[in-house]
C-alpha cells in the first residue's frame, strides 16, 4: 500500500487522524486480567490498559520512557524508589530502565493510557503473546 508509513525500527503509524478506542482491536492476557489496545504513530505508541479489579500491574523496565495517566480507579503504584497510591487524573513517568508496577486498589478496574517512544517492534511482541479481540470485545469505555 503506497500511503503506508513504516517508521525507523519498521512499526507502521496509523493513517487515522482522529479515532475512537471503540474502533480498535485488542488484546487480552486473561491470566493477568488484562486488556490492552494500541494505535502506533511515527515516533510513538498509545496504549490503552484495562486491568480488572484485584490484578496486578507487574514491576517490570524497558528500555523506552514511558508516561502514563490513570483515567480511572485506584494503583498502588511504584516508580523506581517512590510507592503511592493513585487515583484518576494522577499519571507517572517512568524514565529507560527503571522499574515499575503496581497493585489495582478497590473494586474498581484500573484504566490507564501510556505513551511510550520511541515506536519500536518491543512492544508490538509484547502485544503479540496475548489473545486477540476484536473492538467490540474489549471493554467499553467508561463514559
Given at each position: 500500500m503506497s500511503d503506508t508509513l513504516r517508521n525507523e525500527h519498521g512499526v507502521i503509524a496509523t493513517s487515522r487522524r482522529i479515532f475512537s478506542w471503540d474502533e480498535l482491536d485488542g488484546v487480552r492476557w486473561d491470566d493477568e486480567g488484562l486488556e490492552a489496545q494500541i494505535i502506533s504513530g511515527e515516533h510513538m505508541h498509545l496504549i490503552r490498559a484495562v486491568y480488572?479489579?484485584?490484578?496486578?500491574?507487574?514491576?517490570?523496565?524497558?528500555?523506552?520512557?514511558?508516561?502514563?495517566?490513570?483515567?480511572?480507579?485506584?494503583?498502588?503504584?511504584?516508580?523506581?524508589?517512590?510507592?503511592?497510591?493513585?487515583?484518576?487524573?494522577?499519571?507517572?513517568?517512568?524514565?529507560?530502565?527503571?522499574?515499575?508496577?503496581?497493585?489495582?486498589?478497590?473494586?474498581e478496574p484500573a484504566v490507564f493510557i501510556d505513551v511510550y517512544s520511541p515506536a519500536t517492534t518491543w512492544i508490538l511482541g509484547e502485544l503479540a503473546t496475548a489473545r486477540p479481540v476484536s473492538a467490540a470485545g474489549c471493554a467499553p469505555n467508561e463514559s
Amino acid at each position: 500500500m503506497s500511503d503506508t508509513l513504516r517508521n525507523e525500527h519498521g512499526v507502521i503509524a496509523t493513517s487515522r487522524r482522529i479515532f475512537s478506542w471503540d474502533e480498535l482491536d485488542g488484546v487480552r492476557w486473561d491470566d493477568e486480567g488484562l486488556e490492552a489496545q494500541i494505535i502506533s504513530g511515527e515516533h510513538m505508541h498509545l496504549i490503552r490498559a484495562v486491568y480488572e479489579p484485584g490484578s496486578t500491574y507487574e514491576m517490570h523496565s524497558h528500555p523506552h520512557e514511558q508516561f502514563s495517566l490513570l483515567l480511572s480507579g485506584r494503583l498502588l503504584l511504584t516508580v523506581g524508589d517512590e510507592t503511592r497510591e493513585i487515583g484518576p487524573g494522577d499519571g507517572w513517568y517512568a524514565p529507560c530502565d527503571v522499574a515499575h508496577g503496581g497493585e489495582v486498589l478497590g473494586g474498581e478496574p484500573a484504566v490507564f493510557i501510556d505513551v511510550y517512544s520511541p515506536a519500536t517492534t518491543w512492544i508490538l511482541g509484547e502485544l503479540a503473546t496475548a489473545r486477540p479481540v476484536s473492538a467490540a470485545g474489549c471493554a467499553p469505555n467508561e463514559s
